[in-house]
């Protein structure tokens, strides 16, 4: 069993920053050899994959959703298996809940393997 546990979430001015953060632990995950992301689920709207991250062995490169291009930021530390998402210059259409997925392997494709409970981020004017 993997557990996928988000946190950071929270109400933010537009203009402002955030960062979220998501620790995954198995007893059979080694985390650093699987690729990692965030979806979004804003209101009304189909789910989006917004940022990726691909396995530490993999070099961890990154991915992102037009959306959040130059504004949004993941990264990984192996060391503590977990991933983040850095948010800056937060828009009122970043309001959503932010959902942390562990891939299949060290690229994320397809549908991810494990999910987050989600962490709601909400964007004020």
């Known amino acids: 069993q993997v557990q996928v546990v988000e946190s950071g979430g929270g109400l933010v001015q537009a203009g402002g920053s955030l960062r979220l953060s998501c620790a995954a632990s198995?007893?059979?995950?080694?985390?650093?050899?699987?690729?990692m992301g965030w979806y979004r689920q804003a209101p009304g709207k189909q789910r989006e994959l917004v940022a990726a991250?691909?396995?530490?062995?993999?070099?961890?490169?990154?991915t992102y959703a037009d959306s959040v291009k130059g504004r949004f930021t993941a990264s990984r530390d192996n060391a503590k298996n977990t991933v983040y998402l850095q948010m800056d210059s937060l828009k009122l259409e970043d309001t959503g809940v932010y959902y942390c997925?562990?891939?299949?392997?060290?690229?994320?494709?397809?549908?991810?393997?494990?999910w987050g409970q989600g962490t709601q981020v909400t964007v004020s004017s």
């Open positions: 997925v562990a891939g299949r392997g060290p690229v994320l494709a397809g549908t991810p393997r494990y």
């Open positions: 198995g007893s059979i995950f080694s985390f650093s050899r699987y690729a």
């Open positions: 991250i691909t396995s530490g062995s993999s070099g961890g490169s990154t």
